[in-house]
């Protein structure tokens, strides 16, 4: 095999792994300990997904669907970027149909919402679905329980003061919002939890070097993936998303569901 050919090769088999990856969704499990939690919900279980990207309801958005099930969770946090195409509207019904079969569904709205005009239009398709499409406000979740979600903090949309300003003091409290860059409003820790997305854990990481790029613009890296204890105590997690953007790849980041049980220390 010439120089030229076993380029082409590698190229090729490189393209072909880093697609068939994009489709390995996984659930990814975090468990963290809160004194706030009620015995009734002990633990509390979340499911959270991000940045589906969604043009129809596929073999990846039934795989998280079923992952969503099979993590029985008590509610279902949905933080941005679902579609930025109107001609995926139906897909994107489906899909909220889906998941609000399995438990209550939490929405924010993300860059590609808010980029394409969409935020109203999905809001509305969630809340005919029977969910809740937050947007700098918060809601009771139920025994002490609450729910807040903010606008999308890439677009500078995003108020954690007002979104979090009715919860108990008292209360646990879940914070939804698109990207991790919400944790440099002083406010967003009044949170006992922050779920978020947007990075897409880089998409593209590499060994030893990690993400090439995370989108985010004022966190540190570190925190463009995964499950930190901040240094007030709020617990960040930020997951990789389930879908790809410019490119229909992934290299040593496939695409998740995040389960994450919350119990009493």
């Not at 090729?12 to 300990?33: D, H, K, M, N, P």
């Not at 924010?108 to 109203?120: K, S």
């Not at 007030?232 to 040593?252: A, K, Y």
């Amino acid at each position: 095999m010439t120089p030229e050919w076993l380029m082409a090769f590698t190229a090729g088999a490189l393209l072909g792994y880093g697609v068939w990856e994009s489709f390995q969704v996984r659930l990814q499990r975090y468990t963290i300990a809160n004194a706030k939690v009620p015995a009734t919900r002990n633990p509390l279980r979340i499911a959270h997904l991000s940045d589906l990207h969604l043009s129809r309801f596929g073999y990846k958005e039934r795989r998280a669907v079923a992952l969503i099930a099979q993590w029985r969770p008590h509610c279902i946090a949905l933080t941005g970027d679902v579609t930025a195409w109107r001609r995926a509207l139906p897909a994107v019904q489906e899909f909220f149909r889906a998941l609000t079969a399995i438990a209550p569904v939490y929405a924010v709205e993300g860059n590609a919402e808010a980029a394409n005009a969409l935020t109203e239009t999905l809001a509305t398709l969630l809340r005919r679905c029977g969910g809740y499409w937050l947007r700098n406000e918060a809601v009771p979740f139920g025994d002490g329980v609450w729910v807040a979600g903010t606008d999308d903090p890439h677009r500078h949309r995003a108020d954690a003061a007002k979104a979090l300003a009715s919860v108990p003091d008292d209360a646990f409290c879940v914070l939804l919002t698109h990207s991790p860059d919400i944790i440099v409003q002083p406010a967003a820790l009044k949170a006992d939890l922050i779920l978020c997305g947007h990075t897409h854990g880089g998409q593209i990481r590499l060994p030893f070097i990690g993400a090439l790029y995370i989108r985010a613009r004022r966190i540190p890296r570190r925190y463009a993936w995964g499950c930190h204890p901040l240094p007030n105590g709020t617990v960040l997690i930020t997951t990789c998303g389930v879908g790809t953007t410019r490119l229909p790849l992934r290299f040593f980041c496939p695409p998740e569901v995040v389960g994450v049980a919350v119990q009493s220390p």
